[in-house]
């Protein structure tokens, strides 16, 4: 996605952007340098479990996680823009608590 050229924000927990450098940081490092990519690290103390979403302009796809981290297929997958609206909303309850890395790492 981030090669498209498209505005993409990526918000990652501690621990996720941990496992990202550890298994993948070459990638990672191409992917924050672009100009078209912000990756966020959520200020947490590493206890949160947010959802995995994708948000465009045409739909919303939202999946939840269970208290264990663990995917639990519970699944949002709309093209309303009610659903829409709701999810750019819980998207700036995190970009709100998040801080975004440097380009260069």
Known sequence: MAES?????IIATPKVYERFVEDHEI?????????????????????AIGPSMTLTDVFT???FFN???????KIIVSTEDS???WAKE??????????ALDREI
């Open 83 to 85: 659903t829409r609206s």
């Open 67 to 73: 208290t264990d981290g663990v995917y639990d297929n």
């Open 5 to 9: 050229g498209k505005e993409m924000t």
């Open 61 to 63: 796809y939202i999946y």
């Open 27 to 47: 990638r990672l490092k191409e992917i924050i340098q672009k100009e078209n990519v912000t990756f966020m690290i959520l200020n947490d103390k590493g206890n």
């Open 90 to 99: 819980l998207y700036k309850y995190y970009k709100k608590q998040s801080t």
